[in-house]
């Protein structure tokens, strides 16, 4: 037997790489077909049950993840697949094709794949790229309407990818300054481990959008104080306030952080004390840009 690609079936268990590297042909698949489970289930689950099935317990997400793809496959066999608690029908959602898609194209490869895998280039997905655009197109174009853009979960796996993360988190930005709904939407969908594990990159061309983005996140959500201390979050606006070189917008969006962090929570007024900042602040008080002082 043989796929829609003409790929022989047993073919498929030798697509090279591993699913945790996203570069390797598995690993993309992989990457790709968590976005889209976690897209379709974001859009068709009631706010909570997402939360409880695909983002508090990683195999339970797993679990989840796997069990709406068989169910598209089970439906076409003429089965209905059943599920505790109750799922709403996902097999007929529109990502699905995007699935399709990527999965045709890494399988049209595979047999030169395997026939010379020291020197065949592989072409890798432009499902990222394409679902960036679709959400950028969202925000000139869609962005009054009630409807949230289905491509957030999207543009949060992005952020994993050093090649379009910039893009990613731009974008991201751009929504979240659209409101306390569009905040509440992001932290629904999972931002937060996120953007806390990007506070270790050494890449300055992140800085702003992300000093940006915790700046938007604290304001509504103070709750994540805790949590930023505990991997030493604080070091990061600490050190953004005293860099001279950084444009005085973002030091007052760093400074207006570290407050948020130090509001009525005395671990993190611990660590920013224990970070020097009374000495950083204290040299900002004769800084020449007002809003700044």
Known sequence: RSTRSG?????????????????????????????????????????????????????????????LLAERIMRAAGCTPLSVPALPPTYNHPMWHAWDLAADLCLSQLPALLADPQHYEFEHSPFFTEQLTSFEAWLEHGAQRTSPPEQLPIVLQVLLSQAHRLRALVLLGRFLDMGAWAVNLALGVGIFPYVLKLLQSPMLELRRVLVFIWAKVLALDKSCQLDLIKDNGQQYFIAVLDANTVPPDQRTMAAFVLTCIMHRCEPGQSACLGGN????????VNAANALLR
């Open 7 to 67: 790929v022989p079936a047993d073919a498929i268990e030798r697509i090279p790489g591993r699913l945790s590297q996203r570069k390797t042909p598995l690993g993309e698949l992989n990457w790709i077909f968590t976005a889209i489970t976690d897209t379709i289930a974001w859009n068709v689950l009631p706010r909570e049950l997402f939360q409880r099935l695909f983002r508090q317990d990683l195999l339970v997400a797993s679990l989840f993840r796997n069990y």
């Open 277 to 284: 900042l009374l000495h950083v602040a204290l040299r900002q």
